[in-house]
């Protein structure tokens, strides 16, 4: 591993700092001075752990020649024994850090500027290469012999989940994360690929069960009453006199049947959302149209500047977030809606004077299914964050400081690895 490039200057020259500092103004015209200049000079222009070392090595203290008058002997000897220390000491870490990054589940690469992997891990050979070094290759050229979706994957500048098919027909699934770092000034790339096959599998048995479970309450909660009902309505139509009543039982059968295709609608929508087509959308338009499903007030100004995403998606999304709001059981006039836009995208905020979340619940509250309503799906949120994470987005839930909830949809307008803009004026 090519592990100089990554520690820089910072680590080394302390070290040497330590012994230049104390030795220079006492070098002159001492042998050892050119010794001190060169380390300096080699931590300074190339901060790699291996030329300090090298450097290093013949200034122990039984090899560091100080002449028998040279002022300050004892000083300069005991300066040297502590760079050796010290330089042990970081020679020891790198190589820990060395062996505990080898050894992550997790497939580990880092590239420079260039493109060029200066470190990468057991894992990653693995993965990426049949078992082959990759330091010092060109990663681009590592996946262009990797398959095409995985190499597609890598590539995006977003989080990703992928599958890669085996001999066997199974496929393995992988979440990759390419965060930015600098060290030095310098920008590097790390590309992280966890496996996920078998913790998806659990969390795919686990939200099979839920939903059965969930299905099942609601087919019994319409069910059983039709049952009664239509025992009722048999009764009453052996009995002329009671005629009147079949027309309320007829009611609350019709009421029960669209409580049922209101739910299995809810699922339906939710698994077949289709991948957002963005374009223009005028604010002032888009607003006043929301407005027809639920009343709300604009804080703040709209953009000049019109939004860019699939308008039909992030106004479900909105709707979801409004009826929440209205619901939550604050003022309805307290519902509002703010818009901030700027040069990386757009934040939708829906704010409202509930009584709030509690921790536990706002956790989990975008999790599929999960609900604290007594007929509620668990969808609603779980499909704003769908069509967030579609537009390569993300969905926030925060307590107001003088009560109430904020839920930010951001959408970026740019590479996907902007970061969002803190909220403002939303106390």
């Known amino acids: 591993m090519l592990w100089g490039p990554l520690l820089g200057v910072s680590a080394a020259a302390g070290v040497a700092a330590a012994l230049g500092a104390l030795v220079a103004p006492w070098l002159a015209g001492v042998a050892a001075a050119a010794t001190a200049v060169a380390i300096l000079s080699l931590v300074s222009c190339r901060g790699h752990v291996g030329p300090v070392t090298q450097a290093l090595d013949g200034i122990g203290t039984d090899r ?59 894992t990653a050979s693995d993965l990426f290469a049949r078992g082959q070094g990759l330091d010092g290759a060109l990663f681009s050229e590592v996946l262009a012999r990797c398959p ?24 393995e699934a992988y979440l990759v994360s390419r965060p930015f770092f600098e060290v030095n000034t310098r920008r590097f790339t790390l590309y992280m690929v966890k496996h996920l096959t078998r913790e998806l599998s659990r969390q795919e048995v ?128 307290a519902v509002q809606v703010q818009v901030q836009q700027d040069a990386r995208g757009v934040r939708l905020s829906v704010l409202d004077r509930g009584p709030g979340m509690p921790d536990r619940v706002r956790a989990q509250a975008m999790l599929p299914f999960y609900s604290t309503k007594k007929s509620g799906t668990g969808l609603g949120l779980a499909l704003v964050r769908e069509i967030a994470e579609a537009h390569e987005g993300s969905v926030r839930i925060e307590p107001r400081p003088e009560g109430g909830t904020a839920v930010h949809l951001w959408l970026p307008d740019g590479p996907p690895d902007s970061t969002p803009p803190a909220a403002e004026g939303l106390a």
């Open 148 to 171: 095409p979706d995985m190499a597609a994957a890598v590539e995006s500048q977003a989080d990703h989940l992928f599958t890669v098919d085996q001999a066997d027909g199974e496929a």
């Open 64 to 122: 560091f020649e100080v002449p028998p008058n040279a002022p300050f002997k004892p000083a300069l000897i005991s300066a040297a024994a502590r760079v050796a220390r010290t330089q042990a000491d970081l020679r020891a870490r790198v190589t820990l850090l060395d062996q505990v990054v080898d050894a992550a589940p997790q497939a580990i690469v880092v590239c420079d500027e260039g493109g060029t992997v200066v470190l990468s891990n057991r």
């Open 206 to 333: 686990a939200i099979w069960k839920k939903m059965i479970r969930v299905i099942s309450h609601e087919l019994n909660n319409s069910l059983a009453p039709a049952r009664s009902l239509l025992h009722s309505a048999r009764l009453i139509a052996g009995r002329p006199e009671q005629a009147e009543r079949l027309a309320r039982v007829f009611d609350t059968l019709q009421e029960r049947i669209e409580h049922l295709s209101t739910f299995i609608e809810g699922y339906a929508r939710f698994a077949r959302l289709a991948p957002p087509t963005p374009g223009p959308v005028d604010w002032a338009r888009f607003i006043e149209e929301t407005r027809a499903f639920y009343p709300f007030s604009v804080l703040g100004t709209l953009p000049e500047a019109p939004g860019r995403f699939d308008a039909g998606q992030v106004q479900q999304g909105l709707i979801n977030l409004l009826k929440n709001a209205a619901e939550a059981g604050g003022p309805p006039e």
